[in-house]
């Protein structure tokens, strides 16, 4: 009997039902590609952001080895390297910190951006900040001695306040540095609104962000501040350790252990939160 080497074309075709079997699966395989890509990309720019937090966050435990207090939001009385929070960091860092710097390196988180229509664009000097500096704790932006923020106590910027050296936020105010938020994404916010590209980390009622911030800037940002990180920020805190909380938990939160957070006294202050 003769044995046939080589088998005709009909033994070797695939059925109509196989080949939809193998479309089928190659289909399923590019949608999970498709689906895995934007994710992977996601995290990557979850871990860049991370790593720059955790770098100012570094930059801001060797200020305090200097100094013995927090850098000050904004000093126009102190004319050295201290004078706002960015250029102190930043000389730590040994880096630039103007404007044009600002979207760059350790100050650009890869997953934010600066949209087109925002108030930032009539005013370009300013800059659309990444990062944001927890300068008045719970509660609309004060330059009294009612921030419970690493700011200055208030801005000594008048010839009868007290010496700046009074106003500044010592190191040993802060009563419990790994639970008290210092630098993390640029944003600011209640249950109802998020507002991103300030340069302040901070929460406060719905209708303090609504009247003196949201209504400042576009109407989208609430929806970039959810979409950033997928609902989450980072954030480092007083003693240098970085955590990724969510959103929620930033601005919606009404535990003791979320509202505490935010102060140096360590303590909720619910008040903060009234109109």
Not at 153 to 162: F, I, M, Q
Not at 258 to 266: E, G, P, V
Request: hydrophobic share 35%; net charge negative.
């Amino acid at each position: 009997m003769k044995h046939r080497l080589n088998p005709d074309k009909k033994d070797l075709a695939f059925t109509l039902v196989e080949l939809l079997v193998v479309i089928a699966i190659i289909a399923i395989l590019a949608a999970l590609l498709l689906a895995a890509i934007p994710q992977a990309k996601a995290r990557a720019q979850r871990i860049q952001c991370a790593n720059n937090v955790r770098q100012l966050g570094m930059a801001l435990q060797m200020f305090k080895a200097d100094h013995n207090y927090y850098p000050p939001f904004l000093d126009p009385a102190d004319h050295t390297e201290n004078r706002y929070w960015k250029n102190a960091l930043g000389y730590e860092m040994d880096i630039h910190t103007n404007v044009s710097y600002f979207p760059k390196g350790v100050w650009h988180c890869p997953a934010a951006y600066r949209p087109s229509n925002t108030i930032w664009n009539l005013h370009p000097e300013t800059g659309y900040d990444d990062y944001g500096y927890n300068a008045n704790g719970l509660g609309p932006w004060v330059s009294t001695n009612n921030s419970l923020g690493l700011a200055n106590h208030w801005l000594p910027s008048l010839p009868n306040e007290p010496p700046i050296s009074t106003a500044r936020v010592s190191e040993s105010e802060v009563v419990n540095p790994s639970e008290m938020f210092a630098i993390g994404d640029a944003l600011f916010g209640s249950p109802s609104f998020v507002v991103d590209g300030v340069n302040t980390l901070g929460r406060a009622s719905d209708e303090w962000v609504s009247t003196y911030v949201h209504g400042f800037f576009d109407s989208e940002s609430t929806k970039r501040s959810y979409a950033r990180h997928q609902g989450k920020a980072n954030v480092v805190f007083c003693d240098g350790h970085v955590e990724s909380p969510t959103l929620q938990f930033l601005f919606e939160d009404t535990s003791d252990d979320a509202l505490s957070r935010w102060n140096r006294d360590h303590q909720p202050h619910r008040e903060k939160l009234s109109p």
